[in-house]
T-cell receptor, first 110, second 112 residues
Framework: GQQVMQIPQYQHVQEGEDFTTYCNSSTTLSNIQWYKQRPGGHPVFLIQLVKSGEVKKQKRLTFQFGEAKKNSSLHITATQTTDVGTYFCAGPGSARQLTFGSGTQLTVLP | DTAVSQTPKYLVTQMGNDKSIKCEQNLGHDTMYWYKQDSKKFLKIMFSYNNKELIINETVPNRFSPKSPDKAHLNLHINSLELGDSAVYFC???????????FGPGTRLTVT
């Protein structure tokens, strides 16, 4: 079945440093979504990418979808303590369900 | 207004018991889901359901059963609880066309 892997699993950064998480799918994706889960909270939808090579920005967050539509990345510029949480990518799998990546847990040290 | 709600928020019970978790969405979505999140934050789909079709992840034990009284509700019933069932369970909903998931606040289940 489809697998979606994310690296790194954990990342500690100093506040103000940049952060990137990478997502790789074993199959070509029609689209990819990103979610953020704050500690103790629930996953919240951030964005969806659809087109090959697409790049979207949300303030300090930059999302990219690979040319082959099998990988994606999320880059945060100048992290803040409010960026703490787990970031998930997710892609449609079989049976009209989303397959979530393994997640990257981000810690931002003040 | 809460979009996706779950009750209870916390559930502590003993092995062998049967329990239910309730979920309601007021977004008018046509598909609802149950996810299990373990201690390492892995998020796994358990079920997806719309008014026509129930899709069960093949790894889910048949002790778990979803029950949907109507389009806005999808409850999760668990029989004969085991220690390994301890996790956070999230309900979610979406329009099947977009897959964008709206999650409930989660239910932390602890089996002792």
């Amino acid at each position: 079945g489809q697998q979606v892997m994310q690296i790194p699993q954990y990342q500690h950064v100093q506040e103000g440093e940049d952060f990137t998480t990478y997502c790789n799918s074993s199959t070509t994706l029609s689209n990819i979504q990103w979610y953020k889960q704050r500690p103790g909270g629930h996953p919240v939808f951030l964005i969806q990418l659809v087109k090959s090579g697409e790049v979207k920005k949300q303030k300090r967050l930059t999302f990219q979808f690979g040319e082959a539509k099998k990988n994606s990345s999320l880059h945060i510029t100048a992290t803040q303590t409010t960026d703490v949480g787990t970031y998930f990518c997710a892609g449609p799998g079989s049976a009209r369900q989303l397959t979530f990546g393994s997640g990257t847990q981000l810690t931002v040290l003040p | 207004d809460t979009a996706v709600s779950q009750t209870p928020k916390y559930l502590v019970t003993q092995m062998g018991n049967d329990k239910s978790i309730k979920c309601e969405q007021n977004l008018g979505h046509d598909t609802m889901y149950w996810y299990k999140q373990d201690s390492k934050k892995f998020l796994k789909i358990m079920f997806s359901y719309n008014n026509k079709e129930l899709i069960i992840n093949e790894t889910v034990p048949n002790r778990f059963s979803p029950k949907s009284p109507d389009k806005a509700h999808l409850n999760l019933h668990i029989n004969s609880l085991e220690l390994g069932d301890s996790a956070v369970y999230f309900c979610a909903s979406s329009q099947v066309r977009t897959y964008e998931q709206y999650f409930g606040p989660g239910t932390r289940l602890t089996v002792t």
